[in-house]
């Protein structure tokens, strides 16, 4: 991928940014908040809410590893992206997600949805599928299958950036999970969520297959173990050429479907 190409500018801004506020340099209007729930405003309706962000946790190398929660509804949906640091077309999804429900506040009434736009970001600094200790972080949880060696981390959750990646799942308790990878072009899916990826196939071209939960994968932990419905959103390698607009127009829908599931119309 090219030095100045949309993906890593706009990941490095949003990284950038992340860290000018944590330090008191930067607050957008309105000023979000910053760790936590603001117990005065959450009875008001999601039209009167801000954007919350928070750091889950940070990388081997001290990045950190953002969160965007918007709404505060009972029914929760977590969409992460680049947990493979060479699969980095779900970084800008991510964040035209984000930019469509600040606009739209409407659509989460009822709904809370937590974003992780950068999961692994060393690996994406570096464009390796693993983090800097060579691990891939995709086969580093907690899950029966797991198999402990050098690639997938010698013990489950060896790494900082997975630990993250669980505390997250088990402070929230998401109803589902997308996770959204690059290059096998298809929706595949763990745990009960069969149904959810055949919704979220209506507004795309990509089709639903069933590839096999991964030893130690994040559908391996949260699908099969936690039972909580896991999809895995497989873009095609030149999804990272697009912009991000061109982008929002392929997958947007999808993404809102399982956002709004079981309800969500395209409009």
Known sequence: MDKGSPVQLRSFVGLLVGLLMLSGCYAPEPRPQ???????????????????????????????????????????????????GNEPAGTPLVEELADYLQNNPELLENRRVVLMPLANPDGLAAGTRENVHGIDLNRNFRANNRLNNETNGLKALSEPESRAIEAVILQYRPDRIVSIHQPLNCIDYDGPAQALAARMAQ???????????????????????????????????????LDNALLWQRYGRTLMAAVQYPQYVSK
């Open 34 to 84: 910053i760790m936590g729930e603001d117990q005065t405003t959450a009875q008001l309706p999601a039209q009167k809410l801000p954007p919350r962000y928070r750091v889950a946790g940070r990388s081997v190398q001290g990045r950190p590893i953002l969160l965007q929660i918007l709404g505060r509804g009972s029914d929760t949906t977590l969409i992460m992206a680049t947990i493979h």
């Open 203 to 241: 507004y795309c071209d990509l089709r639903v297959k069933k590839l096999g939960a991964r030893p130690g994968s994040l559908g391996s932990f949260t699908g099969e173990e936690l039972n909580i419905p896991t999809i895995t959103i497989e873009l095609p390698r030149s999804a990272s050429d």
